[in-house]
């Protein structure tokens, strides 16, 4: 139900149009919607999108590869965590630097990585069915980039 749930909002999130700069903001504005949360991976592109209440939604795809979806707000939890024990393969836990990292496989082969910090910060979630090692490796090597603060260019 959770999952449904999920990809119905993710659904309605990217179906609102891309926040564009306005010309109150000037060029600060206007560089950081242009920026994706993550790293990308030469062949990638990321499209943010307005979600629910001033969250973000991203969507991170290579053609014909994996397809990252992911989720900064207030309205999200972190996903990782709510996932039922009976779905999930294996789960790991890991602090980077400021931030904690949840991680779990679950047995529809998906991966669900949720960031959250101990300064109350909106948690940031990252999903993507994953098909082997190769999708895995791929995904890990750009969410692990993740900075909401300053971002990375988008391509």
């Known amino acids: ?10 659904l309605f999130a990217f179906a609102i149009p891309q926040t564009s700069g306005s010309q109150e ?3 600060y504005q206007q560089d950081s919607m242009l920026r994706s949360p993550v790293q990308l991976l030469p ?16 969507r991170i795809w290579k053609e014909g590869g994996l397809t990252i979806l992911g989720s900064v707000g207030c309205c999200y939890a972190a996903e990782a965590t709510t996932i039922e024990k009976d779905r999930i393969l294996w789960r790991e836990e890991q602090q980077i630097g400021a931030k904690h990292m949840t991680m779990v496989y679950t047995k529809d082969q998906e991966v669900v990585i949720s960031f959250t910090d101990d300064k109350g910060a909106y948690p940031a979630n990252f999903k993507a069915h994953v098909r082997g090692e190769h999708d895995l490796t791929e995904m890990l090597l750009m969410v692990l980039t993740f900075d909401v603060t300053h971002g990375y260019p988008s391509s």
């Open 43 to 58: 062949g990638y592109r990321s499209h943010l999108g307005a979600g629910v209440e001033g969250a973000t939604v991203v």
């Open 1 to 10: 139900m959770t999952k449904l749930i999920l990809s119905m909002v993710l």
């Open 25 to 27: 903001g000037g060029a």
